[in-house]
């Protein structure tokens, strides 16, 4: 094999031709269209994402314009994530929203293929411990919806109460990865499983909170009447005012899009010379500015200086 552009062997090779092929199918293109854009034959497109022919660095940059990759994405080390898209292939060809939902399902690939890079560099595996497996054939689905939801409260030890750190508690103790996305109005949430990350869901963003929460724990469970929040929204339900009548008042902060794993993970390798500023801005998915303020609030500490203002502990300073 012919080493190049951190190709040292023949396994990255072998990564390389992977990663190609499911660019090209993420791209939604041919073997045939992505060759004639590459100005080469069909088989020898084939060859290079059979990992029989190495591409030579030019055909990599061209293959990286054409997927509409950065050739740093193209040339990673680990394996890309299954393509999700092709899960979601029947849901994408029958649904009104096509193309707004395949934009969602793409972003949640290309972010589940960061967070397994991160993992890689960090050399370090996503948190979290799933549940044993048991069948419940011989169950009301119902029933044993609530049957489940008990016992995995009793192994988490988190109570029988409102969780206020749902979404922390659910990647953290858990093991599922919740990313925010802009999907279709209609449409409350996706799920799919990554052998690398484990279950990953993507929520609407543009859902309110309370919303968002209802879709994280499954708000068909019969606890409610269905459709009662659509209901509710068409009577002018205002959920932030009822809770200021109540007096319940909210800690609610602007949620983050990406698992709070995935930015501590970003931010420490940044603090540890691992990747660039940029590098954080685009696995972050912000501007520099933005990188700056997301590693100022992620190392802040519950203590506070002579001005009361929130102690920020510095990691790149720490670490070296």
Known sequence: MTNYAGLENEDSAAVLAVRLRAARESKGLTQAQAASELGVSRPLLIAIEKGTRDPNPEEIVRLAQIYDKPVSELLRSAPPPIAISARFRAALAAGADA??????????????DNYIDLLQRA???AP??????????HLDPWQAGEDLATEERNRLGIGDGPIRQLREVLEIEVGLRVFLLTLPRHVAGLFVYVDELGGCMGVNINHPSERRHWTIRLEDLRLIAPGTWDRLLDNDFQPRAAARILGLGSAERRAEALPLHYRLLAVQLYADGEITESQLARYLGTDIVGARHAYQKLTETGDVADDGSPQIVDLAEAAG
């Open 123 to 125: 050399s370090t595996q």
């Open 99 to 112: 193309e707004e939902l395949s934009s969602a399902v793409g972003q949640l690939e290309r972010e589940a």
């Open 128 to 137: 979290g411990r799933y549940p044993p497996t048991r069948s419940i054939s």
